[in-house]
């Protein structure tokens, strides 16, 4: 009986694993944390949140036109680089917000897509020179906005995803500089 009850449950962890297969490291590691720690959402959390989804997908959206309309290979490859790191970032905020059951937006507010209209109108070298201008002044935000959250988010699992991508859109700013730098 004994060995029934074990080989029952060994197959129920390998089940559980395996449904579990699709899900990341970083989202189980949420997941655990979020059960051992699930308390209400502070609404300036929440904004934090929204806030932090938007400027990822609007940073999407830029990479994107990066690889569309600019020329210099630096400004495409750092269009790629936005693409990936925001989609991940994005990825990680959402399993977050979900369990922390806190809606997030499906598309970027008009703020955002504004400055995406802008920059679409130009091609070449013009909008190399539009794009990291535009770049510089989007991290340097996001980069107050993210500081100011490692410092004053209530939620342990925003704060921690907060203080990872700070390092990320600091190492984004530096890329942008010394692209700049080297286009003068």
């Given at each position: 009986?004994?060995?029934?009850?074990?080989?029952?449950?060994?197959?129920f962890v390998i089940a559980s694993q395996a449904c579990n297969g699709g899900m990341n490291n970083d989202?189980?590691?949420?997941?655990?944390?979020?059960?051992?720690?699930?308390?209400?959402?502070?609404?300036?959390?929440?904004?934090?949140?929204?806030?932090?989804?938007?400027?990822?997908?609007?940073?999407?959206?830029?990479?994107?036109?990066?690889?569309?309309?600019?020329?210099?290979?630096?400004?495409?490859?750092?269009?790629?680089?936005?693409?990936?790191?925001?989609?991940?970032?994005?990825?990680?905020?959402?399993?977050?917000?979900?369990?922390?059951?806190?809606?997030?937006?499906?598309?970027?507010?008009?703020?955002?897509?504004?400055?995406?209209?802008?920059?679409?109108?130009?091609?070449?070298?013009?909008?190399?020179?539009?794009?990291?201008?535009?770049?510089?002044?989007?991290?340097?935000?996001?980069?107050?906005?993210?500081?100011?959250?490692?410092?004053?988010?209530?939620?342990?699992?925003?704060?921690?995803?907060?203080?990872?991508?700070?390092?990320?859109?600091?190492?984004?700013?530096?890329?942008?500089?010394?692209?700049k730098g080297s286009m003068k």
């Amino acid at each position: 009986m004994k060995k029934l009850r074990l080989i029952s449950f060994t197959l129920f962890v390998i089940a559980s694993q395996a449904c579990n297969g699709g899900m990341n490291n970083d989202a189980q590691l949420i997941r655990k944390d979020t059960l051992k720690t699930s308390v209400p959402i502070d609404k300036n959390d929440a904004q934090f949140a929204i806030e932090a989804s938007i400027k990822s997908m609007a940073e999407v959206e830029l990479g994107k036109l990066a690889i569309k309309n600019g020329v210099d290979k630096r400004v495409k490859n750092f269009g790629a680089m936005l693409i990936k790191d925001h989609i991940k970032a994005d990825r990680k905020l959402r399993t977050i917000a979900k369990i922390k059951k806190i809606s997030l937006p499906d598309s970027i507010d008009a703020k955002e897509q504004l400055s995406i209209i802008k920059l679409s109108k130009s091609y070449g070298k013009t909008f190399d020179t539009a794009f990291m201008n535009d770049m510089v002044k989007h991290h340097e935000n996001d980069i107050r906005m993210y500081t100011e959250a490692t410092k004053e988010l209530m939620d342990p699992d925003l704060r921690v995803f907060a203080n990872k991508n700070l390092l990320v859109l600091k190492r984004h700013l530096d890329a942008v500089n010394v692209i700049k730098g080297s286009m003068k």
